[in-house]
Structures are given as structure tokens and as C-alpha cells.
């Protein structure tokens, strides 16, 4: 099952906030984030963990709420850098393959 | 410290026609998984190769087949290509079957375009 994200697109100004959403309808075990530049390979951003605590570094950080199945992604005082397509990845069981949500295009201009 | 290479980066081929695309993991990796991702949608999983065996599969059908070798790099063959089989094909690397606190490594992908 499709994990849905949101939202679809944003547009920041450099330096505001935003936060990206992850929701499934199954019980997780795992979900990924990774940011997508065009033309590149999709880079690992961080890891949640059943059970763990909220992740990440002074600006991307993310959390994973249990009860809810929901991952949410936040990028604070945005850079023009951010700029990409987020995805995340969600696992059901330890080792299984991740399933990718339909991303959510960041777009952070001057 | 080399990444995930894939080749070739770029592919135009005719319905019907057999396609292979490689994939040479990052260096320390042991594991390969293959994914689709079509336009403006997310990866979608393929398959996963590791100690030269497919040990998960997607629902793709029997036209999509892999191959993993002793040095751990991959092959991804396609068979009677249909223009639905365009798309960039994602590899992802990985240590050992659990994708771990440290995730996918991705390959840029090859283009692979079905006319």
C-alpha cells in the first residue's frame, strides 16, 4: 500500500519553514526520507524507526507518530538548497522493501 | 569512495525489442534493489538481489528478469519492451538484506525511453 504524502508542491522563500507529511493505512515498521534534485539520484535524509524518537539536524529533522502511522518531515529557515522532490519510503517489517509515496515537490526561491 | 554506478545513463529502444541495464553497487555494499520511476511518480520496487539470489519481488511481471554476480553488481533485463516501460530505472544499494540505519544508496539511473 501506497503510503500518501502532503503536500503535493510547496513554494518557500528562503528561510521560512515547511513541513512534509507521510501517512499510511498499514502498521510501519520503518519510514525513509530522501530528497530527489532532477537529473539525480535520490539521497538518503534520515531513518524513523518503530519505536524511535525524533530524528534529524538543526534544520531537517522528522518525526514518527505510532499511533497515527504518520511521518512528517520538517525543514526550518529553508535554504535555496532544499530545492528537490521528497519522498518517503515506508517499510512494513524489518528487511522488506520500502514502498515510495508520490513525492512532494519543493520549490525555495531568493 | 565510488557510489552506486549505473549504465548506460541514456537508452531509446523499440516496442518489442530486449533491453539490460547495469549497476555496479557502492563499494562495501552487498545488496541490490531495482526500481522503477516513472514520471513525476515515486520509485516503484522491482526486485532485490543479494548472495546472487532474488529474494523480493514486486509486482512487475515475468518480462522484467535480474541477475546478480560474485562481485555483487547487477543486471536488469527487460523483454518485448512496451511503451508503458518507459521510465528512469533506479538502483539502489544496500548492506545486507535490512536496509539499515543508513538507507538506500541510489544510482542517477538510466533513462530508458520505449518508442
Known amino acids: 500500500q501506497q503510503p500518501v504524502q502532503s503536500p503535493q508542491a510547496v513554494i518557500l522563500r528562503e528561510g521560512e519553514d515547511a513541513v512534509i507529511n507521510c501517512s499510511s493505512s498499514?502498521?510501519?515498521?520503518?519510514v525513509h526520507w530522501y530528497r530527489q534534485k532532477h537529473g539525480e539520484a535520490p539521497v538518503f535524509l534520515m531513518i524513523?524507526?518503530?519505536?524511535?524518537e525524533q530524528k534529524g539536524h538543526e534544520k531537517i529533522s522528522a518525526s514518527f507518530n505510532e499511533k497515527k502511522q504518520q511521518s512528517s518531515l520538517y525543514l526550518t529557515a529553508s535554504q535555496l538548497s532544499y530545492s528537490g522532490t521528497y519522498f518517503c519510503?515506508?517499510?512494513?517489517?524489518?528487511?522488506?522493501?520500502?514502498?515510495f509515496g508520490e513525492g512532494t515537490q519543493l520549490t525555495v526561491n531568493p | 569512495d565510488a557510489g552506486v554506478t549505473q549504465s548506460p545513463t541514456h537508452l531509446i529502444k523499440t516496442r518489442g525489442q530486449q533491453v539490460t541495464l547495469r549497476c555496479s553497487p557502492k563499494?562495501?555494499?552487498?545488496?541490490v534493489s531495482w526500481y522503477q520511476q516513472a514520471l513525476g511518480q515515486g520509485p516503484q520496487f522491482i526486485f532485490q538481489y543479494y548472495e546472487e539470489e532474488e529474494r523480493q519481488r514486486g509486482n512487475f511481471p515475468d518480462r522484467f528478469s535480474g541477475h546478480q554476480f560474485p562481485n555483487y553488481s547487477s543486471e536488469l533485463n527487460v523483454n518485448a519492451l512496451l511503451l508503458g516501460d518507459s521510465a528512469l530505472y533506479l538502483c539502489a544499494s544496500s548492506l545486507g538484506l535490512d536496509i539499515g540505519l543508513n538507507g538506500y544508496t541510489f544510482g542517477s539511473g538510466t533513462r530508458l525511453t520505449v518508442v
Open positions: 498499514k502498521a510501519l515498521y520503518s
Open positions: 519510503g515506508t517499510a512494513r517489517i524489518s528487511g522488506s522493501r520500502l514502498t
Open positions: 563499494s562495501g555494499h552487498d545488496t
Open positions: 524513523l524507526l518503530k519505536g524511535g
